[in-house]
């Protein structure tokens, strides 16, 4: 990939970050009853502990997917080491959270057993990715630090592909909701997941091509 071409592609991958970073802001300036929100039960809605969850998924998944983007750039880390630490331990903390608040709300996705597996798996593995990230991080792996925080925001990222594949996805099946998010339970996440596999070997072959 050439070198214009990789800045047009962070850029494009910086901005649907900070847009849908932002996008649970809208939930508190106009009527909820929107998007998916609009597939849930009344009872569902009313129930406090859902709702908890719900906000707490939203908002730090938010904070995590507004912020991560900025750790990649290695020039940065570079530089800003104490920053770098301070914005890591944001973002795990949100991660951390919004990942076990996934989970929960996850348990509750419409559609049935095929969507709640796409949901729940997605949040376990963006828990179990940001923890790996973490301890590596504690124990001075910086290599598998950067492997596995890879891994966790790819996760994070989630939240751009399904916006993203769901219109597409009702497009295809004629405005029928059900079958589009069986669909894009899984779909927005598992190509991500495949991206940073080929990341990390990517990077994982260029450091064994360093010191050969």
């Known amino acids: 990939m050439k070198a214009y071409t990789r800045k047009i592609v962070w850029w494009i991958f910086t901005f649907l970050c900070i847009v849908i970073g932002l996008y649970p802001i809208i939930?508190?300036?106009?009527?909820?009853?929107?998007?998916?929100?609009q597939s849930k039960s009344e009872e569902l809605l009313s129930n406090p502990l859902w709702n908890t969850a719900f906000y707490t998924h939203i908002i730090l998944g938010g904070l995590a997917l507004l912020i991560g983007w900025t750790q990649f750039p290695k020039a940065f880390r570079d530089r800003n080491r104490k920053i770098h630490k301070k914005i890591g331990m944001v973002y795990v903390t949100a991660a951390f959270f919004s990942s076990i608040a996934g989970?929960?709300?996850?348990?509750?996705?419409?559609?049935?057993?095929?969507?709640?597996?796409?949901?729940?798996?997605?949040?376990?593995?963006?828990?179990?990715?940001?923890?790996?990230?973490?301890?590596?991080?504690?124990?001075?792996?910086?290599?598998s630090h950067e492997n596995w925080m890879t891994y966790s925001y790819a996760a994070c990222f989630a939240a751009v592909m399904l916006r993203i594949w769901l219109p597409i996805l009702m497009n295809i099946y004629q405005g029928e909701f059900i079958p589009a998010y069986h669909i894009v339970a899984w779909l927005c996440w598992v190509p991500n997941m495949l991206v940073a596999f080929w990341i990390v070997r990517r990077r994982k072959m260029a450091s064994v091509l360093k010191f050969t």
């Open 27 to 37: 939930y508190f300036i106009i009527d909820r009853n929107f998007g998916l929100l």
């Open 103 to 143: 989970i929960y709300i996850g348990l509750y996705a419409t559609g049935g057993i095929v969507s709640i597996l796409g949901f729940v798996s997605l949040g376990i593995i963006w828990l179990g990715t940001t923890m790996m990230g973490w301890l590596t991080a504690k124990k001075g792996d910086f290599d």
